[in-house]
């Protein structure tokens, strides 16, 4: 079964920590995706990706940046995390076809 | 620039009701537009997508969607709803050109009283 695997379900990071997110796909996919999500905002894109080391930035990149070393894992890294950086993270790939692959999403609380 | 709106941020029906959930659409050039579902504490799964072709598109579950260029819509319906059908759910646009990439509705909340 094809997937996007998030390496965390839930993290707990205290303000100013510098915080990783990984993210791994199994389906040879070109394009990798980093959104948050937020109660009634729904799901807003932080940075994409069409290539390895390639990163373009989405909506709202402010306080995060990403790095894709390798097709199949495209990391998102906040700088110094702040409580305002406090979501639900949510991985994604797609290939041709325009239809993304969702991972189950990492719930991150910084305190 | 693309957009979309979902209209009601929660919709309630009874078992076996129609289930109705509006989302409309703002594209310059065609669109490819999906339906996504979440249950809690997962991820978004693909119920359905138009891309060419036919405007009513069949998904998952029993669910369908018409796509209404006139009225740049794209609602999704299922005739009978079921509890399980109870989730959040995402109407996305991504343009038919280049790297576009996904953009999405704020989210319904489907909730499916007995």
């Known amino acids: 079964d094809v997937k996007v695997t998030q390496s965390s379900r839930y993290l707990v990071k205290r303000t100013g920590e510098k915080v990783f997110l990984e993210c791994v796909q199994d389906?040879?996919?070109?394009?990798m995706f980093w959104y948050r999500q937020d109660p009634g905002l729904g799901l807003r894109l932080i940075y994409f990706?069409?290539?390895?080391?390639?990163?373009e930035k989405g909506d709202i990149p402010e306080g995060y940046s990403v790095s894709r070393e390798k097709k199949e894992r495209f990391s998102l890294i906040l700088e110094s995390a702040s409580t305002n950086q406090t979501s639900m993270y949510l991985c994604?790939?797609?290939?041709?076809?325009?239809?993304?692959?969702f991972g189950s999403g990492t719930r991150l609380t910084v305190v | 620039a693309q957009s979309v709106t979902q209209l009601g941020s929660h919709v309630s029906v009874s078992e076996g009701a129609l289930v109705l959930l509006r989302c409309n659409y703002s594209?310059?050039?065609?669109?490819?537009l999906f339906w996504y579902v979440q249950y809690p504490n997962q991820g978004l799964q693909l119920l359905l997508k138009y891309t060419t072709g036919a405007t009513l598109v069949k998904g998952i579950n029993g669910f369908e969607a018409e796509f209404k260029k006139s009225e740049t819509s794209f609602h999704l319906t299922k005739p009978s709803a079921h509890m399980s059908d109870a989730a959040e759910y995402f109407c996305?646009?991504?343009?038919?050109?280049?790297?576009?990439?996904?953009?999405f509705g704020k989210g319904t909340m489907l909730l499916v009283s007995p």
């Open positions: 996305a646009v991504s343009e038919d050109s280049g790297y576009s990439t996904l953009t």
């Open positions: 594209s310059s050039v065609p669109p490819y």
């Open positions: 994604a790939s797609s290939g041709r076809g325009r239809s993304y692959t």
């Open positions: 389906m040879d996919h070109e394009n």
């Open positions: 990706s069409y290539d390895v080391k390639m990163k």
